[in-house]
């Protein structure tokens, strides 16, 4: 089972580097010193163990990175926007959602990351443009705009728990009151004959449940339904033995599955598991649930009277599963892990691009598109004459006027780099 969800995620714009500290003859010092902008906040993803589904992702979808903030007078910078970390289960892989999307990141350690969204950088400020022919530069830089994209997350789902027991047991219908799974249910052995999966939510944990075919006697050779979907529980790390409280004997019931595991697979019958001993709400069944319990603990095991059906002690056993898990992830851990967590797997950062001039012509009018120069085009007063002239300046040095004249721009010719629009001289 795969659980697939397409979030948005947005980084910050960098705020914007400004002028300031204009050359004027009764400032004393008055060098330039416009601040630079802070940069936009970056949209992270992260694996994190203890998560095990994308279940919240279904519900929050949004993710939005802070902006950086302007810079301002006396070389003061801009904050840089906050961050947003989206945490993930491990395994998950990242893609870019569209039909010729790539993988942006497979995120298969504990702690790994990646940058989806990088935020804008920061503009800088005047102080920046200062040369050996501009003590006083009156340009400086917008922020760049943060980016925004789709991404899809996709989990290869492994239960952390497999339900078992006899046919018509109630492990469908545990499933169902735990999950928003809606297994068949039937009087009947045999019920369910494909595994299913569900996702609890519980106390702010979450794990992902399995629920198989009943088992029977014989069932490692193949009988009943085979032994096919045991292989899906192998997989899980703990296990809840669904016995019905209703029949004859449950303890000699719940002895005989456990055989079964065992000669299926010696590791399946010494994975950690829970009992449910299940229907307490049969009158008949919740007179000897005391006996019942006591005897099908006997080997150690935890058991939890419950009915799937009225809910009674479902809680219970909800919080037996989430300390379990938590117990196991802590000695699966390897202690070297714990030790490196400072020094994460570094963080993936999608290369940038580098730039080029481009020269549109549309109806009369030469537009550039060169983002470096549009950011600080964007930025010109066009008030001041001499700020549009070091403009100029800035435009011969970065190569956009020769490729300009190149395109066949001449005297009269209309220009535009970003909003800013005027007629060649
Ligand atoms: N009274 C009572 N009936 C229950 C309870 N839990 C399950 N049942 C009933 O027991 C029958 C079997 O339930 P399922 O959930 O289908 O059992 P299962 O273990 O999934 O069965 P298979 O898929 O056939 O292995 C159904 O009729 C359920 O309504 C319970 O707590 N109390
Ligand atoms: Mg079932």
Do not use: C
Not at 191 to 219: I, N, R, W, Y
Request: charged content about 25%; aromatic content about 4%; proline content about 5%.
């Amino acid at each position: 089972m795969i659980d697939r969800v397409v979030v948005h995620v947005s980084s910050g714009n960098g705020g914007n580097g400004i002028v300031s500290g204009r050359h004027e003859k009764y400032v004393p010092r008055g060098g330039p010193d416009g601040g630079n902008g802070g940069n936009g906040g970056d949209v992270l993803i992260i694996a994190e163990r203890n998560m095990s589904s994308l279940a919240r992702y279904h519900e929050r979808r949004r993710f939005v990175a802070g902006n950086g903030g302007n810079g301002s007078g006396g070389k003061k910078h801009g904050t840089r926007g906050r961050d947003i970390t989206v945490t993930v289960p491990v395994g998950t892989e990242i893609w870019e959602e569209g039909s010729d999307g790539r993988m942006l990141a497979d995120l298969d350690k504990d702690g790994e990351s990646v940058v989806v969204a990088s935020g804008g950088r920061g503009g800088r400020g005047n102080p920046a443009f200062v040369s050996s022919t501009n003590q006083y530069p009156l340009l400086s830089e917008q922020g760049e705009a943060g980016a925004s994209l789709e991404v899809r997350l996709e989990l290869k789902i492994l239960a952390d728990v497999g339900l078992i027991g006899a046919p018509n047991a109630g492990k469908s219908s545990l499933l169902a009151a735990i999950s928003r799974a809606r297994p068949k249910i039937a009087g009947y052995p045999f019920t369910t004959l494909e595994p299913g999966l569900g996702v609890v939510e519980h106390k702010g944990g979450s794990f992902v449940v399995a629920d198989v075919p009943g088992l029977v006697e014989g069932a490692h050779q193949g009988v009943g339904l085979g032994d096919d979907f045991l292989r899906h529980i192998e997989r899980t790390r703990l296990l809840v033995h669904v016995v019905d409280g209703s029949i004859d004997d449950p303890v000699a019931e719940h002895r005989k599955i456990d055989r079964e595991l065992l000669m299926f697979d010696p590791k399946l019958g010494q994975r950690p598991q829970i009992v449910a001993l299940n229907k307490i709400d049969l009158e008949e069944v919740g007179a000897r649930a005391e006996v019942l319990a006591e005897a099908l603990g006997v080997g150690g095991e935890r058991v939890v009277p419950i009915s799937a059906l009225t809910g009674q002690g479902v809680s219970v056993l909800l919080d037996e599963m989430l300390e379990a898990l938590d117990r196991l992830s802590e000695a699966e851990a390897p202690n070297v892990e714990v030790e490196n967590r400072s020094s994460r797997p570094p963080v993936l950062r999608p290369r940038p691009v580098d730039e080029a001039i481009t020269i549109r012509k549309s109806k009369g009018t030469f537009i550039v598109e060169m983002p470096s120069v549009a950011r600080i085009a964007a930025m010109v007063d066009a008030d001041n004459w001499d700020a549009k002239l070091q403009f100029y300046a800035y435009m011969r040095k970065t190569g956009v006027v020769q490729a300009l004249e190149a395109a066949g721009v001449v005297t009269g010719s209309t220009v535009r780099i970003d909003k800013m629009e005027w007629e060649w001289v």
